[in-house]
């Protein structure tokens, strides 16, 4: 039922499903991580807007009278457009993504009256949270570029309408995009986007890298926040979520190591890099101990424990696979091995009290 | 079929296909417990839970909070690659596994060990840990200024009732729980017709069944009878200056599960849907309601809902305000706009209204976990669950008249409950917000 | 009286700033009211059918450029798209869509105006508005709010025919 192959060499993943609805996502690989610092964020708020055949208002309108949902979402990878609708609209919204993709206007009156107030309220909501700015410190010293980019588009830097175009062009090509199809028929998905002529050009791909025994301090006030964070490669994914999985993962709710002491773990996962994350956020002195206790706990962590959380891991990937952003890497007990020793640190709050890297 | 728009060829080059849904499988223990199964074979994760008939409606003011707590110290843990979560609700309460595919039969036999030794779980349970834990999580949702004020909305709206009561119990009731509580609970609920075994995902319907009727030991007994409950037009204003926005809910009495006007109401309250003044589309978006209120800036956010229990419900909007002094003006044009539904709306709007729906209907059943939900409640609350192509049909055939219908009689002039908290300072009157639930003329 | 002023009007559909202007007539205020034209948009509509036609262009092309020149709000510092009414939601949105420097200008010339009313003055000949320089800056944001308008307005009252 699934297959994967590429027509005008675009990658498109198809599945059949049973039931009237249908899903069309074009995940584009531009992300945060590409461009100047906010680009890609201003670029996810231009889509679903006036373009060269309809303009924005039209295209809502008509979607809303067919029912359908669209979204434009923005991670560190990718740009993200999703629309879900009633099985037999599927021309409608495959052309409409069409449209998003080659014909997008980018008026400069789109970008200061309606992208760029939601972009900077995205950012001031998200850094409310010191979690928020947490995670965005560890990026920053784990990766520097790229994926060290911040996620959000901050408004100190100024861009027009034409800088975004460009951007566009740079990224919304054949070889930058891929097409998930849910519920949907294979031969009638294909040849509705065989109407689809994006430009070819070779988007280089820059080796990530990454940095280990970095420490970032941020004071800010609220809830304070500190975390250990390890720059990881893609090959080591079933390492972390079996290690994620013994000493307790946020997706994994129940009680664990270190739900007992005051902290969670996460395991962030790229196309090229990942991120492992143990953190605590709360009262200051409280997050300090549980930072400190959370640190030995990692590093005392035996392999017995590991092996008895191989199946625990694989619900862990299941949990966090996707439709469009599939995993696929097996979880066995040969990967039932790691020990962190060198990593990454960022405190948040109140700094005077939250410990240095050094005192962990 | 769509007159208005110009370039009709792009909207009308529909493709008309059919296709079967997926189809629920019922099967009926010895011992009354119903089991139900939807195969999914594209799912990564398998969910399997139990959901029986308890919730906050069937306690009282000193039992508040035991369904929650009962339910979640047996929904908890994760052993061998099965996690157990827990659903609390007002009528029911659920115990969910995840797991994946391959290890489904493993999690259908804890499921089905908790089921048959419930009593003994929570005597050998933490029990003092998990209270703190419950009155933590009710405090959480105190401080969610938008959940708060819907938990008080049902409060004030069926006041007097046990529907009323708080999900997750007060921080006083859930202090004084006792074990023997929880065993009385289980006793009187967790019996046979009261108990809904359901589960989604890359499953065998036939091994699932075997492995809960040789595994599940759960005494025969009925349904307990749901307590009443009846709404009573109130207000409860929680003035809090300290935050940074008014946050306001009201409602009217919405449908019950197994009202005849179930889709009428969930199409009626997407014909306002919902708002968000950052979003990309809030200038576009279609309901008329967001065009009067955008431009002069009279919301952050607003959604409408259509709540419902077993017998009644919940219809209305929640807003939250930052612009605190017109206030009133986007309360005034809501409720302007709600007494249109009775008198002026169009077949456009209720026409896509209608197509959201159904859109929002499979959007929500979006993962195994909350299809097992969806199916535990539905057949706990309402005996059945209608089948999607079912539920399909039944909002295709609603017309503008069948809603105005029911605009009339369950909106216009009818008694309203109010909700909120945060700078309510020119939040006007109960009278007031009542005397516009109907025109003098129009 | 049919009076007619000549204006540069940039074809607004493609893309702008790389457009030739072209020279088009444009019915005063005037025809404006008699004939209860409501938009920009029909104004410019008419002005098009005017040049599109050589015997009628040739008799309303100078007509305009005479009037224009004699009107004499040249004189007072101001082109011809900074006299037109903007206490309207479209004429608004317009104005607010303007790039900097030219929302600048605008300004400018409507505070000198404002001075040389004050000071009951012309401006020297040398600085009036030259004929070339009174282009139409605001026209093309009229006529995208107009669109706009127009669609909404359309949007906001579709019909649905149901099977």
């Known amino acids: ?223 304070s926040y500190a975390a250990i964070g390890l720059p990881i490669k893609p090959a080591d994914f079933a390492k972390f979520d079996i290690l994620s999985a013994t000493i307790g993962s946020s997706l994994l709710p129940s009680s664990s190591p270190l739900s007992k002491i005051g902290a969670i773990s ?72 790691v020990k962190v020793t060198d990593f990454n640190y960022v405190a948040v709050g109140d700094i005077d009290v939250l410990p240095f890297a050094d005192d962990l | 079929m769509i007159r208005g728009i110009k370039n009709i060829k792009a909207l009308s080059n529909k493709r008309f296909i059919s296709t079967a849904n997926t189809t629920t499988k019922y099967a009926s223990l010895s011992n009354g417990v119903t089991i139900a199964t939807e195969s999914n074979p594209h799912a990564k994760v398998s969910s399997i839970g139990l959901f029986y008939g308890a919730g906050s409606r069937s306690e009282h003011a000193y039992s508040n909070g035991i369904s929650a707590l009962t339910t979640n110290i047996l929904g908890s843990g994760l052993e061998n690659g099965v996690l157990l979560t827990s659903e609390n609700g007002k009528e029911t309460n659920g115990i969910i596994a995840q797991t994946t595919n391959d290890n489904i039969i493993e999690a259908s036999k804890i499921i089905a060990k908790i089921g048959s030794n419930a009593s003994e779980i929570i005597k050998g349970s933490e029990f003092e840990l998990f209270k703190k834990q419950l009155i933590g999580q009710g405090e959480q949702l105190e401080s969610v200024p938008q959940k708060m004020i819907l938990e008080h909305l049902s409060a004030s709206a069926f006041q007097g009732y046990s529907l009323g009561l708080p999900t997750l119990g007060t921080s006083s009731s859930v202090k004084d729980l006792q074990v023997d509580d929880a065993e009385r609970l289980l006793e009187k609920h967790l019996v046979g017709s009261n108990v809904v075994i359901s589960a989604s995902g890359n499953i065998n ?37 300290t935050l940074p926005k008014a946050f306001v809910s009201i409602g009217v009495e919405g449908e019950g599960f197994t009202s005849p006007a179930y889709y009428v109401a969930k199409v009626a309250a ?171 003329r129009w | 009286m049919l009076a007619l002023a000549s204006m540069n009007f940039p074809n607004w559909k493609s893309t702008r700033g790389q457009l030739e202007p072209k020279e088009f007539a444009f019915f005063t205020i005037e025809i404006f009211k008699s004939t209860n034209m409501q938009s920009v948009t029909s104004i410019v509509k008419v002005s098009n059918f005017i040049l599109s036609r050589p015997t009628l262009a040739k008799v309303f092309v100078p007509a305009a450029k005479a009037f224009a020149k004699y009107a004499g709000y040249r004189e007072m510092g101001l082109k011809f798209n900074d006299l037109l009414l903007e206490e309207t939601p479209v004429m608004q949105k317009a104005i607010s869509r303007l790039p900097a420097d030219l929302s600048y200008s605008r300004v400018y010339r409507l505070i000198t105006a404002h001075q040389l009313s004050l000071s009951n003055d012309l401006l020297p000949p040398n600085k009036a508005v030259k004929a070339e320089e009174d282009d139409d800056y605001l026209i093309p944001y009229i006529l995208e709010a107009e669109k706009e308008a127009f669609e909404k307005a359309e949007l906001d009252n579709i019909e649905v025919k149901t099977k």
């Not at chain 1, 060269?52 to 809502?60: A, D, I, P, Q, V």
Request: charged share 25%; aromatic share 8%; proline share 2%.
């Open chain 1, 1 to 223: 039922m699934l297959s994967r192959s590429a027509i005008r060499s675009y990658s498109v993943t198809v599945r059949d499903a049973p039931g009237n609805l249908s899903s069309v996502s074009v995940v584009i690989n531009g992300g945060s991580k590409a461009g100047k610092s906010g680009q890609a964020h201003l670029l996810s708020k231009f889509n679903f807007l006036n373009n060269e055949l309809k303009s924005g208002l039209r295209f809502t309108r008509e979607s809303e009278l067919l029912g359908g949902i669209v979204s434009s979402k923005l991670t560190r990878d990718s740009i993200i457009l999703n629309t879900q609708f009633l099985r037999e609209d599927l021309p409608y919204f495959v052309e409409s993504l069409n449209n998003v993709l080659t014909k997008t206007s980018f008026r400069p009156h789109e970008l200061s009256e309606i992208v760029l107030p939601s972009a900077l309220n995205d950012f001031t909501q998200a850094s409310k949270s010191n979690a928020f700015k947490g995670e965005e410190a560890l990026h920053k010293i784990s990766f520097k570029k790229g994926y060290g980019n911040s996620l959000y588009y901050d408004g100190s830097k100024s861009f027009s309408s034409e800088d975004i175009k460009e951007f566009s062009k740079t990224v919304y090509t054949s070889n930058n995009v891929e097409f998930f199809a849910s519920g949907v028929i294979e031969e009638d998905f294909k040849s509705f986007l065989s109407d689809l002529s994006l430009p070819t050009t070779s988007v280089e791909s820059v080796p990530v890298k990454s940095y280990i025994g970095k420490e970032s301090r941020i004071q800010s006030s609220g809830p």
């Open chain 1, 266 to 337: 996460r395991v962030l996962k790229y196309k090229d890099a990942g991120l492992f994350i143990v953190e605590s956020s709360g009262d200051a002195a409280q997050v300090s101990e549980s930072i400190k206790k959370a640190k030995s706990l990692i590093s005392s962590v035996s392999s017995s424990d590991l092996k008895s959380s191989v199946k625990s891991a694989n619900l862990l990937q299941a949990l966090q696979s996707s439709f469009e952003s599939p995993l696929s890497y097996s979880i066995d007990e040969s990967s039932a091995n």
């Open chain 2, 205 to 241: 319907h036939d091994e699932l069944v075997e492995t809960i009727e040789s595994s599940l030991n759960i005494p025969q007994g009925h349904k307990p009878i749901t307590k009443p409950a009846s709404f009573l037009g109130s207000e409860v204003r929680m003035r809090d200056d």
């Open chain 2, 270 to 440: 997407n014909v306002f849907g919902s708002f968000d003044s950052k979003a990309t589309n809030a200038t576009l978006t279609s309901s008329k309601l967001s065009s009067m209120v955008h431009e002069y800036h009279l919301v952050d956010k607003f959604q409408h809902f259509s709540t419902s229990y077993s017998d009644n419900g919940l219809w209305g909007f929640s807003c939250e305000v930052s612009n605190v002094q017109l206030l009133d003006d986007f309360i005034h044009w809501t409720l302007k706009e709600w007494n249109r539904l009775s008198v002026s709306i169009t077949d456009a709007e209720i026409e896509r209204a209608k197509q959201q729906t159904k859109v929002q209907l499979l959007a929500e059943l979006n993962s195994t976990k909350s299809v097992v939900s969806d199916i535990g409640n539905k057949v706990l609350l309402s005996g059945y669950r209608n089948s999607i192509t079912e539920a399909l049909s039944k909002i295709d055939s609603i017309q503008t008249k069948d809603v105005k219908a029911w605009a009339k009689v369950a909106l216009w002039d009818k008694d309203i409950v109010i909700s909120s908290t945060g700078q309510t300072e020119a939040l006007m009157d109960y009278s007031k917000w009542r005397n516009q639930m109907a025109m003098l």
